[in-house]
């Protein structure tokens, strides 16, 4: 009985941030991502280019580990973050459902939203330089593979942004640090400190499916099977961590 | 649901020795309070603690030190007991984008309801509230007084043993707040809510309850029926104003007493303003004095019969 309580609570709170996420003014930022990814890519594939080669290192550095982490960082971060300051949380807060049940409320539907705005992004970007060049079965196998690393990509950065909007008062600094910082620059410098970015494992798993561009010849992956589980071993971390912060936050 | 008014009162807030502090901020102090069942009026002016003692209530801050029990139970930690209380801040908390039908949609699933049941309820608590007509139109386009009747309705569509509602009356206007109050009254005598209550604007407390709690500073000052709190105060000084004819013998003979603090003449010198340190004494006596000094009273009136005198009185001392 208590757990039905718990799952009509949390799907009412996925449900309601759900549109939230995807219908509110947020969602013209995918738009706007997706419009300069589709231009970018477009021109890049107007050029005399090795589609398959070229147009996979575009999906990997600007779709997947540029936009992707930046992304999650925008929805998540301030998704709760947000609530809290504004002081909306008060009818999740006083609800008769443990915080941490309600945090997962928020993460479903963030996780979701991000994967859904990520496709969409990824789809404008792949159509805008592989539809000038080719769209063969070797092309839509790339396809399908960043769509899958896009969504687990959703899922792990999601659980570490939207637990960044519970611990810090002022998420985005640390966001845009993480982001920017620590993504873009440690995940990419040669030898083990990669190790401590999302960026690292996920393209240890890329590296076993994609068979063209930089990530097909990363020399540094880990097994994909380790990388996958480290993958999902963060998510439950990061989901774990922001339910407790979450629960034990006092609402002032 | 409580039994409500036909019953004997029962506790349904204990606080002992309670205190919050935010940082070097005071946000309760000390502070000890029993409520009962029916309706509980708790007044102060802004930053006296009325909104601490709410969080508290319902378990979104945890004491500093002491202890608070509401309907039994420990509020931080316990969800459960949400589904005992109905709240409705005094912040604006509705988000603007949705439909008031959206909204209580949210706050029904938040609290198991679900189907035809939160569909049915949603309904009749607009009704009760008075917004069935405005139900589907976005919270964001709602006046102060539809979102206030919007806030009442969410903390209500659980069907909630007690009410906390804090500042329910806040910018209203006039005729929205003797709706508010109306309502207020109507939830306790005839569905048997227990509410709690809170404003700055004492006589607004007054129209709904003879029961306050009056805070100030994170301190409970006075606790009891207005008439109680008013006995309270007859042992200090009061502020009396007499009009008529020949006022100004009558402040002389007054100024002879050892009751009478000061006498000031008001505007247009038609009457003046005593102050005595014993009111029952004065009354006693003024008979006598008017009938001595040859005055003719045609209109006498304490300045201290509402409760924001009382308030200003027992805060001030």
Redesign the interface.
């Known amino acids: 009985m208590d757990l039905?309580?718990a799952f009509?609570?949390i799907?009412?709170?996925t449900?309601?941030s759900f549109r939230?996420l995807l219908f509110?003014r947020k969602a013209v930022i995918t738009l706007l991502v997706a419009v300069f990814v589709a231009a970018v890519m477009g021109y890049a594939g107007a050029q005399n280019v090795d589609p398959l080669h070229d147009g996979t290192d575009m999906l990997d550095t600007l779709i997947l580990f540029f936009f992707m982490p930046v992304m999650a960082m925008i929805y998540g971060a301030s998704l709760i973050r947000d609530e809290i300051d504004?002081?909306?949380i008060?009818?999740?807060?006083?609800?008769?459902?443990?915080?941490s049940f309600?945090y997962v409320g928020y993460y479903i539907p963030l996780a979701c939203a991000v994967a859904i705005s990520m496709f969409i992004v990824n789809t404008a970007g792949f159509l805008a330089f592989f539809a000038q060049n080719d769209l063969g079965g070797e092309t839509l196998e790339v396809y399908l593979e960043f769509t899958v690393l896009i969504t687990i990509g959703a899922f792990v950065y999601s659980a570490l942004f939207l637990a960044v909007g519970v611990l810090f008062k002022k998420p985005v600094f640390f966001g845009l640090f993480y982001a920017f910082i620590w993504e873009g620059f440690i995940g990419s410098l040669p030898g083990a400190i990669q190790k401590f970015s999302v960026k690292y494992y996920l393209r240890s798993v890329g590296a076993d499916w994609v068979d063209y561009g930089r990530m097909s010849t990363f020399e540094e992956a880990s097994d994909p099977l380790a990388s996958g589980l480290v993958l999902l071993g963060l998510l439950v971390f990061f989901v774990v961590l922001g339910a407790f912060v979450f629960?034990e936050t006092?609402?002032? | 649901m409580m039994d409500g008014p036909q019953n004997a009162p029962t506790t349904v807030m204990e606080v002992t020795a309670l205190s919050k502090w935010y940082g070097e901020v005071i946000g309760l102090n000390n502070f000890n309070l029993e409520i009962r069942s029916g309706i509980t009026g708790i007044v102060g002016p802004n930053g006296a603690g009325k909104s601490t003692l709410f969080k508290l209530a319902l378990g979104l801050i945890k004491p500093s030190t002491g202890t608070i029990s509401v309907l039994g139970q420990t509020p931080w930690g316990n969800p459960r007991l949400h589904s005992s209380i109905g709240f409705c801040p005094d912040y604006e908390s509705l988000p603007s984008e949705s439909t008031g039908r959206e909204y209580l949609s949210l706050v029904g699933g938040v609290h198991a309801m679900k189907g035809a049941a939160l569909s049915e309820r949603i309904t009749e608590v607009a009704r009760l509230v008075e917004m069935n007509r405005a139900l589907d139109r976005k919270i964001g386009g709602y006046s102060k007084g539809m979102k206030q009747r919007m806030k009442i309705a969410g903390a209500l569509l659980h069907d909630p043993d007690m009410l906390i509602l804090d500042e329910p009356l806040s910018g209203t206007d006039p005729l929205v707040r003797k709706e508010i109050i109306d309502l207020i009254k109507r939830l306790n005598k005839e569905n048997g809510h227990d509410v709690v209550v809170s404003s700055h604007v004492l006589f607004e407390i007054e129209r709904m309850t003879h029961d306050v709690v009056l805070i100030y500073k994170g301190r409970a000052v006075a606790t009891g029926d207005i008439s109680e709190i008013r006995d309270l105060i007859d042992k200090h000084p009061h502020n009396i104003v007499i009009e008529g004819e020949n006022i100004g013998a009558l402040a002389k003979a007054l100024l002879d007493e050892q009751f009478t603090v000061s006498v000031s003449y008001n505007d247009g010198r038609k009457g003046v303003t005593v102050q005595v340190s014993r009111p029952d004494d004065f009354f006693n006596r003024l008979p006598e004095l008017i009938e001595r000094s040859g005055a003719s009273v045609t209109k006498m009136y304490s300045l201290d019969e509402n409760l924001e005198a009382i308030f200003r009185y027992l805060v001030g001392r």
């Open positions: 039905e309580r009509t609570g799907a009412a709170i449900r309601y939230k509110s504004d002081k909306s008060t009818h999740v807060a006083t609800a008769p459902l443990d915080r309600s629960r006092e609402l002032t």
